[in-house]
T-cell receptor, first 109, second 113 residues
Framework: DAKTTQPNSMESNEEEPVHLPCNHS???????IHWYRQLPSQGPEYVIH???SNVNNRMASLAIAEDRKSSTLILHRATLRDAAVYYC??????????FGKGTLLTVNP | GAGVSQSPSNKVTEKGKDVELRCDPI?????LYWYRQSLGQGLEFLIY????????KSGLPSDRFSAERTGGSVSTLTIQRTQQEDSAVYLC???????????FGPGTRLTVT
């Protein structure tokens, strides 16, 4: 199964942009790249997903490398409520899930 | 509208007992997933349902674990002869169809003493 690699932790200041990287060098052609986040003591929350093209929604943007071996989740203006563990996940057509260990994002006021 | 609900929210059981965890997905969602999260760990996929069928049960950690879904709605995760290593938060999620945006419930915290 394709694996993902994320930094264990990152830190940002409030109101500044945050770029959360994810490496997935063994991604297959049918794997979608999903991002979820988990706030303390809560279940995970969907953030965004994509296949090949960059994606934008109200929460974030997803930039996918041309070779698809890496992606970056972009929070345009971090708030204190964005402090969470961010998971980069590959979801393929064979229903297997591969979870990274996640990146703990700390947002400083 | 109502989100994914799970019951009980907390369960403390003695080693060796059987437990049943329930998940009520969002109405109309055909796909349902079970995960577990041990303390300080990431999410571990357990099983996926499309309708009442489970195409892949290979995430279930042992044959003490089983899950069923009836009427394309409610799902039950059963753990027989619980062990201390089964202690974790068990999360359920649902989605309109396979592998699109998943909505998670609040989880059931299982403690095996």
């Amino acid at each position: 199964d394709a694996k993902t690699t994320q930094p264990n932790s990152m830190e940002s200041n409030e109101e500044e942009p945050v770029h959360l990287p994810c490496n997935h060098s063994t991604i297959s052609g049918t794997d979608y790249i999903h991002w979820y986040r988990q706030l303390p003591s809560q279940g995970p929350e969907y953030v965004i997903h994509g296949l090949t093209s960059n994606v934008n929604n109200r929460m974030a943007s997803l930039a996918i490398a041309e070779d698809r071996k890496s992606s970056t989740l972009i929070l345009h203006r971090a708030t204190l409520r964005d402090a969470a563990v961010y998971y980069c996940i590959l979801i393929g057509s064979n229903y297997k899930l591969t979870f990274g260990k996640g990146t703990l994002l700390t947002v400083n006021p | 509208g109502a989100g994914v609900s799970q019951s009980p929210s907390n369960k403390v059981t003695e080693k060796g007992k059987d437990v049943e965890l329930r998940c009520d997905p969002i109405s109309g969602h055909t796909a349902l997933y079970w995960y577990r999260q041990s303390l300080g760990q990431g999410l571990e996929f357990l099983i996926y349902f499309q309708g009442n069928s489970a195409p892949d049960k290979s995430g279930l950690p042992s044959d003490r674990f089983s899950a069923e879904r009836t009427g394309g709605s409610v799902s039950t995760l059963t753990i027989q002869r619980t062990q201390q290593e089964d202690s974790a938060v068990y999360l359920c999620a649902s989605s309109l169809e396979g592998w699109v945006e998943q909505y998670f419930g609040p989880g059931t915290r299982l403690t095996v003493t």
